[in-house]
């Protein structure tokens, strides 16, 4: 019978044995997989290990700060963070096709990643300490799934954006291979990572950037940002976030719609909430969420985003629609 101590007690115990002195790397998404495989491995073998996040500037709101500061403050996990905002959004100026978008934004990831691990290797090998390994947050259902899987349609390109380079010449950690999801987030607790991150609902490797339907630039993401940590904020205010599995917030950043805000008639961009209810993201349904709660969100966005001035809701299920508007 299961239970997260032993698991613990046990992984680290491999993972020592598989590491020895060498080194390892590990690449943090801000997601609940990579924080628990990387504090797990770091666990093991503390400072042998270094985590790397790259930050595409498709985030949310506090999410670089959440892996920066309460991660590392809570794992003491060694972190090399990558600014590569500046080149992502180059790489997608004038880009308005979904899978483009993800097809650029999974490369520049890999991309920005092996220039930091050659850094890091180069760095290593010079200390006598060579790298050769690499953490990956693998889960049983992962497992399952790649194997074969069931032929499902894959209707988008999935590629996480974690998604490392296969031809590395690193052999794999993956600690939470036997694992489901719960059982990740109760290691995740044990390990005092903040409950913030363990219990984070899902959200898309190329992030906001497939939440802005029509170009991504830094502007749109910044009004994004803004309404996205407002619905969030009233979600948990209202403590609802354990009813829903995951509200992406849109922005219709081509679309126009009048106004009238403060003094004037403005004309602003709409933005769409999209609460579903879920179980694996296979299917979903919209969430009914309380009638106060979304007027309270409403208000909230046209009041303190200058550029939104209409708030929609989707209530449409999966399928039809997928979750993600692209
Ligand atoms: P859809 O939109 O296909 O989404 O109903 C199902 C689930 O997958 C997430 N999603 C992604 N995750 N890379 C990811 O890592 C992606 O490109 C991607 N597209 C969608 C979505 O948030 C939902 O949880």
């Known amino acids: ?21 060498a080194r390892v790397i590990s690449a943090l998404s801000g997601g609940v997989d990579s924080a628990v495989s990387t504090a797990l491995v770091h666990k093991a073998i503390g400072d042998q290990l270094i985590a790397v996040f790259v930050d595409h500037g498709l985030l949310r709101k506090g999410e670089r700060e959440q892996v920066e500061q309460d991660y590392v403050a809570s794992t003491g996990v060694r972190l090399v963070t990558v600014d590569a905002a500046d080149t992502f959004l180059g790489h ?29 290797v180069a760095e290593a090998a010079a200390e006598g300490a060579p ?15 790649s194997g074969g899987g069931t032929g499902t349609a894959n209707i988008k390109s999935h590629h996480n954006v974690g998604g490392l380079p296969e031809d590395l010449d690193f052999e794999l950690i993956e600690p939470l291979r036997t694992l489901f999801k719960d059982e990740v987030r109760a290691i995740g607790r044990e390990l005092g990572i903040p409950d913030a991150i363990v219990s984070r609902q899902p959200f898309p490797g190329p992030g906001l950037g497939i939440r802005i339907i029509g170009e991504v630039t ?14 969030r904020e009233e979600l948990s205010n209202a403590g609802l976030d354990g009813e829903i599995w995951q509200c992406p917030v849109v922005l219709l950043a081509d679309v126009r719609s009048v106004g009238v805000q403060g003094d004037g008639r403005t004309y602003g961009h709409p933005i769409v909430l999209r609460p579903v209810s879920s179980e694996d993201a296979m299917t979903a349904d919209w969430t009914r969420l309380p009638y106060d709660v979304l007027a309270k969100i409403s208000n909230r966005i046209t009041n303190e985003v200058r550029e939104i001035n209409r708030v929609t ?14």
């Open 1 to 21: 019978d299961w239970n997260s101590d032993s698991v613990i007690a046990e992984q680290v115990e491999r993972i020592r044995a598989q590491v020895g002195d």
């Open 92 to 120: 997608l100026q004038g880009v308005t096709d979904p899978e483009e978008k993800r097809k650029i934004i999974g490369r520049e990831f890999i991309r920005a990643f092996e220039k930091v691990q050659r850094e890091l």
């Open 131 to 145: 790298i050769k390994f690499l953490v990956q947050g693998t889960l049983y259902p992962d497992v399952v799934e």
């Open 218 to 231: 830094r502007d749109r993401l910044e009004i994004l940002r803004e309404a996205d940590a407002i619905a």
């Open 313 to 326: 809701l989707d209530v449409t299920s999966k399928p039809p629609a997928t979750i993600e508007w692209e």
